[in-house]
């Protein structure tokens, strides 16, 4: 009996033996790969629901930033609005772009009919095409679609706004209680530098157009990031950044594309080359960035009031929001455009 227990030792202290020397090899695999073992990988951060407010089919930035904002699975699109009159004619848009990239699980609301003239510079592109063929939902009261979908979701939404607010303007008079479940990331403003990189500040598009809207959605209670002309009127893609773009097979960088070419043509004044050559400044695509995140960029914590003229000024008394004044690196946030889109 005392020679089997030996025995059973004598295994029991082999099989410690071999766990340690077992162990030891694995710390020092680990040590070879570059530090301690992996620890199991963390789970992915759920998308940003958000909201794309736009006046989608004046400017072909628009497009562009609709496109990119598909190309980002960080963000979970819960419902496009058009935005500042054309209603029908944005909601058309927005279905028929939303149709050819596969995504009519997006509801598109249709936004308040403002006294905006005019059939577009993109409907060229829409043809025949009509609202009610969308497959998905289409929401008649774009702005009550607005309210419900930020008060009834179970986190806060994040709404991106890219043209004049007359919408979200009436959506904060009908429902003050959005900004509290919800924050704001758009393109607006001037701070410092105007258009086109001019010293001097301008009254910029989206906030002359209608100055009270603004000041309401500039002054409401939620949390604030903006792009103004200092940022976004500096992105231009050319060279090699625009021609893999332009000769992309990706579907939505095609229709990108083959809308713009339609809005070039619309404009008699401008070069019929322009869509072969370089694309137009993409204002918007910044504030879908700002969206995720802000590496690219100088960020400043600024008070910021609109002015009956529509100028945006640096006030200490004023609302203060997170403001992208400069590029830390405007080559790379192209890059990171043009993978997002091609990809």
């Known amino acids: 009996m005392g020679t089997g227990i030996q025995s059973m030792e004598s295994v029991s202290r082999k099989c410690l033996s071999l766990r340690f020397i077992a162990v030891l090899c694995a710390s020092l695999i680990g040590v070879a790969l570059g530090g301690t073992a992996a620890p199991a990988s963390a789970p992915k951060p759920a998308a940003i629901p958000v909201i794309l407010d736009a006046d989608i089919g004046d400017d072909i930035d628009d497009t562009w930033a609709l496109g990119l904002l598909l190309k980002c699975p960080e963000l979970d699109l819960k419902l496009v609005v058009g935005d500042f009159g054309r209603a029908e004619y944005r909601a058309a848009l927005f279905a028929k772009l939303l149709e050819r990239a596969g995504r009519t699980d997006v509801p598109v609301g249709v936004g308040l009919d403002l006294p905006s003239t005019g059939p577009g510079r993109q409907a060229a592109w829409l043809k025949d ?26 986190r806060p939404v994040t709404l991106i706004c890219i043209g004049p607010v007359p919408n979200i303007a009436a959506a904060l008079k009908r429902e003050p209680g959005i900004a509290r479940k919800a924050r704001f990331v758009g393109m607006y403003g ?13 009254a910029e598009w989206n906030v002359r157009c209608d100055p009270p809207a603004c000041q309401a959605v500039f002054t409401a209670p939620w949390a604030m990031t903006i792009t103004p002309l200092d940022t976004c009127g500096l992105v231009v893609l050319k060279g090699d950044k625009y021609r893999r773009v332009r000769d992309s097979r990706n579907p939505v960088a095609v229709d990108v ?56 000024v640096m006030d200490p008394e004023a609302k203060r929001m997170d403001v992208a004044t400069g590029w830390k690196d405007l080559s790379g946030f192209e890059d990171w455009l043009v993978d997002r889109l091609t990809r």
């Not at 939902?137 to 930020?150: F, K």
């Not at 050559?277 to 009031?305: N, P, W």
Request: aromatic share 8%; net charge negative.
């Open 129 to 154: 095409y009509d609202l009610k063929q969308y497959p998905g939902v289409v929401h008649r009261d774009g702005v009550q679609a607005l309210i419900d979908t930020i008060m009834q979701s179970p």
């Open 190 to 202: 001037s701070v410092r530098v105007g258009y086109g990189g001019s010293e001097k500040p301008a």
């Open 257 to 312: 594309i083959a809308n713009y070419r339609a809005w070039v043509a619309s404009n008699p004044r401008m070069p019929a080359n322009e869509a072969d050559e370089r694309s137009s400044t993409l204002f918007d695509t910044v504030a879908i960035y700002l969206a995720l995140q802000h590496d690219f960029c100088v960020m400043e914590k600024l008070g910021i009031r609109v002015t009956d003229d529509g100028m945006t």
